[in-house]
């Protein structure tokens, strides 16, 4: 850590630290309420829209902390206003606990979930942006003052380097995809038309571009070296995701009323989608290779490359084994949907955050030696257990697509019986996952603090 | 390529393939009000209901949505209205181990749900999904049913009734209904449920030809 106002990254990659842990225990429950669904006091809907809301608000947290940690360094100066970023996180995280009570009494009473001014009052019922109106302004407000703060930081000095360039272009790009979700289309086919612009646009557009800044900015920081051949291969990797991801959104406009053109532009863009990839794992693996002896932070070194690889699989070969109309007509909307959100989801994105604070966290804390062996126990942890919790979805979303989709047979009876033992695997392995978290937590609470 | 010319790439590729998406999505939109039915009031009122009970959290629609319970892009097509009505209103009084709950979901809401449920099964979805394969082999054996089985499948019994594992699960399974039921009892039952079962979200069935409802009624006993 070269400033001081760096700091501040520290606040956001601490609340996100504990939104995952609130994630992967609502996680928990939905899995169990699989099994049964009354084992809870709050219906599943409400678990649900905690353990999405939860993942998409701490990765958020922890891009900005990203953000706020790479700047001024890329920058060579202080941050433009610590107070603002710092107010800036403190009312990001009000408007979030607002949200989430606003879930738990609706889970108690859904009629108070009222209709005001045209717009439901706690919760939208969009998947992923459950998060009311008002708070979809608030957060938006929240998007911009943090982008200004990080603008002025640079404009300070000038120094535009490719790394940041990128990263904010990413993070605009993120903020104007947050728009199409916020309005009212009394047609369903229309409503999710604009609601993937918000959800593809961000996952497989924007925080892709954003995952290869900040995937560049660690494997230079790691080695110290080849910062030009790096920010070059960036560009080609963003530039490849956006070509290919653009109008790969077309794979989520096969079934729901829009045109067939849309069948050949998914299908074939879509199916590009994984070569960026597969260009970061080369990366990944090209630098830590090469440099090893200078990689010190083995820790963050395994998360780097563990990110780029998950993300291949996750994002990549997970989303083209059913991307393809002829099989998706089978698979759309089955359990294969869910293995592939986990998987890519946790490698794409939870290991992109977690690297950048395994590379932060050092600095922080001013140590060079730390115990690396916690950092690596987690991540085998939470990989092994996220990969057979993707296995058990696999199998759960085969059965479905050959029992229900095929053969004909009723949804709930797919689920209650033939599906019953994937729903308990998928539960242990959970468990499995929850132990890998806390095993983090601990390292992340206490990393550097007792000597070597 | 250095790093420069790979920059302006990135930067002039990425406007060009996102206005290619604008351009698509004019057209799209266009496009979507003919493959989709016109929107009445009650409809985007249905519309508002389904995001107020945050219905995605669990069921899909048009595949999108929680996996935890049915897509219900084509349920209008199988189900009759005042079923749904009953059902949306009180699920676990009609099946007490539903994993739904009940909401309090008003009469108007239900009904406006209903009309959205109706209007989405009409829209051109490309043909998903896709007939199961199985449903089409006994399309082709239709020739081969008796009458009774022939109506059976006709007013989609099996949608809420199951034979042998095959059927839904929300009415009583009927592989052994002719154990518990005499021949009297079930055709009565055809043509008033309620008068036999109080309560009873089945559909009446009497507007069939007697002739029918004796062919559908000897198919049921047959079924021990």
Known sequence: ????????????????????????????????????????????????????NALVVWMLLGLMGATYYLVPEESETELWSPVLASLQFWATIIVVLLVVAGYVIMGLNPQANKIVLGTTLLNEGR????????????????????LFNNFMTILKTKKWTSIQGVLLGGLTFLALMYLPG??????????????WWVIHLWVEGSWEVIAGAILCFMLVKLTGTEREELEKYMYIEVGLVLFTGILGLGHHYYWIGTPSYWLWIGGIFSALEPIPLLLMVWDAFRIANKHEAKITNKTAKYYVVGHALLNFVGAGVFGIIHTLPSVNKWTHGTQITTAHGHLAFYGAYALLIIAMIYIA?????????????RGLVSFWTMTISMIFISLTLIGAGMTQTIMERMIGMDYISVKTSYNIYFWIFRLIFGFGFIAGVLIFVKD???LGKKPV | MDKKSARNLFIWGSIFFFVVLVILTVDSMKQLDKRT???TEQIAEGKMAWHKYDCIGCHTILGNGSYFAPDL??????????YLKKWLMDPRAIK????????????????????????TSKIDTNGWPPPPILAKAADAQAKELTPGQRIYQENRCSSCHSISGIGGTTGPDLSKVADRRDKDWVHKHFKNPQELVPGSAMPSFGHLSEEDLQALTDFIMTLK
Not at chain 1, 127 to 144: F, G, K, Q
Not at chain 2, 73 to 82: F, I, M
Not at chain 2, 96 to 119: C, H, Q, R, S, Y
């Open chain 1, 1 to 52: 850590m070269k400033y001081k106002s760096q700091k501040i990254a520290y606040n956001f990659f601490t609340a996100a630290v504990l939104f995952f842990v609130v994630q992967v225990v609502v996680g928990l429950i939905a899995a169990a309420q699989f099994i049964d669904p009354d084992i809870f006091f709050l219906p599943f809907n409400i678990i649900r829209s905690l353990h999405i």
């Open chain 1, 127 to 146: 998947e992923y942006i459950e998060a009311p109106r008002w708070a979809d302004i608030l957060i938006v407000i929240s998007v911009l003052v943090f």
């Open chain 1, 182 to 195: 916020m309005f009212f289309t009394p047609s369903i086919s229309k409503d999710q038309y604009w609601w």
């Open chain 1, 361 to 373: 966290l050092p600095e922080m804390r001013q140590v060079k030696e730390f115990n690396y062996k």
């Open chain 1, 444 to 446: 992340y609470f206490t």
């Open chain 2, 37 to 39: 039915p016109p929107i």
């Open chain 2, 73 to 82: 892009t084509k349920t209008a097509e199988n189900k009759q209205e005042d």
């Open chain 2, 96 to 119: 007490p181990d539903a994993a739904m709950p009940n909401f309090g979901i008003t009469e108007k809401e239900a009904e406006d749900l209903v009309a959205l449920l109706k209007w």
